[in-house]
């Protein structure tokens, strides 16, 4: 059974950056999908960013494109999500996934079937 930990959420002020982490234990990411989706209180899971272990493909959420960048961390078996330009509104948890999924449903959330606790990210005004 894979397990998925998030680390590098935090307190941040509008403007500044974070650089969250996503490590497997019990497993690996070899041909899986690794995604980040975000959840504000009152509000949806949200589509943030995902990429491709193997090939490389990468997607993102209209609100954070051209912010956010996602990465493969080779050498430590990790996704990397730099997350620059922060505003409150990016305030939420964030979940890191791992799944499966086609090229059609890489930005869906049922693809994917291992989730992370999440990380709390705060921006303030």
């Known amino acids: 059974q894979v397990q998925l930990t998030e680390s590098g959420g935090g307190f941040v002020p509008a403007g500044g950056s974070l650089r969250l982490s996503c490590a497997a234990s019990g497993g690996s990411f070899s041909n899986s999908a690794v995604a980040w989706f975000r959840q504000a209180p009152g509000k949806e899971r949200e589509f943030v960013a995902a990429i491709r272990w193997s090939g490389g493909m990468i997607r993102y959420g209209d609100s954070v494109k051209d912010r956010y960048i996602i990465s493969r961390d080779y050498a430590n078996h990790r996704v990397i999500l730099q997350m620059n330009s922060l505003q409150p509104e990016d305030t939420a948890i964030y979940y890191c996934?791992?799944?499966?999924?086609?090229?059609?449903?890489?930005?869906?959330?049922?693809?994917?079937?291992?989730w992370g606790q999440g990380t709390q990210v705060t921006v303030s005004s």
């Open positions: 996934a791992t799944g499966r999924p086609i090229a059609s449903t890489i930005m869906t959330i049922g693809a994917y079937y291992h």
